[in-house]
């Protein structure tokens, strides 16, 4: 199993550009979340997938989409880069009915410049 | 909504010393309770968990206590190692029309001192 697997690694935008965070996991889970990581700020919710067909809000949503795909697949779509989301962005799945771990992928680092 | 915050921000140890790392969280309702590691340039992994129903669990150095009164939970490491040198993060679980929502505290980088 490769567990939560994030494409790409990193990438450098300019500002107003448009691209997507791709995510999948292998391991048949319901849940599926994406963060992002800033210095002194943890880990902050951008939206998450509660199962295939369903995404709501976090903390964090503004200048994001998403889109679940299947139960494997669950992407992040910036429209219109700003410098702002210069950030590490993780995906992240977890089982879902019952609190069990969550599994990260290895983190993208986006730079918009 | 859930808001979780994590003390101290930045944490120094002596090797063999303990380390203490606290969290509060606002929603009661919350129920399951997680504390993550993450070392520099990886991904954040599981340490260690804690469900509403339980005060406290150990696992070798590591233990969590949970005050659900005061929604308060505490990380705790034993005879410190250089290799707890890390960030941690603790995070809180609530079960939000059908779907467990993970919010994580801020997190603390803990240094281990040789």
């Known amino acids: 199993n490769a567990g939560v697997t994030q494409t790409p690694k990193f990438q450098v935008l300019k500002t107003g550009q448009s691209m997507t965070l791709q995510c999948a996991q292998d391991?048949?889970?319901?849940?599926m979340y994406w963060y992002r990581q800033d210095p002194g700020m943890g880990l902050r919710l951008i939206y998450y997938?509660?199962?295939?067909?369903?995404?709501d809000k976090g903390e964090v949503p503004n200048g994001y989409n998403v889109s679940r795909l299947n139960k494997r697949e669950f992407s992040l779509r910036l429209e219109s880069a700003a410098p702002s989301q210069t950030s590490v962005y993780f995906c992240?799945?977890?089982?879902?009915?019952?609190?069990?771990?969550?599994?990260f992928g290895q983190g993208t680092r986006l730079t918009v410049v | 909504g859930e808001n979780v915050e994590q003390h101290p921000s930045t944490l120094s140890v002596q090797e063999g010393d303990s380390a203490v790392i606290k969290c509060t969280y606002s929603?009661?309702?919350?129920?399951?309770f997680p504390w993550y590691k993450q070392e520099l340039g990886k991904r954040p992994q599981l340490i260690i968990d804690?469900?509403?129903?339980?005060g406290e669990k150990k696992d070798q150095r590591i233990a969590v206590t949970l005050n659900k009164t005061a929604k308060h939970f505490s990380l705790h490491i034993t005879e410190t190692q250089p290799e707890d040198s890390a960030v941690y993060f603790c995070?809180?679980?609530?079960?939000?029309?059908?779907?467990?929502?993970?919010?994580f505290g801020q997190g603390t980088r803990l240094t281990i001192n040789p």
């Open positions: 992240a799945s977890r089982r879902g009915q019952v609190n069990t771990e969550a599994f």
């Open positions: 391991m048949n889970h319901n849940s």
């Open positions: 997938s509660a199962s295939e067909g369903t995404t």
């Open positions: 929603d009661s309702a919350s129920n399951y």
């Open positions: 804690i469900r509403s129903n339980v």
């Open positions: 995070a809180a679980s609530i079960r939000i029309q059908g779907a467990q929502k993970l919010v």
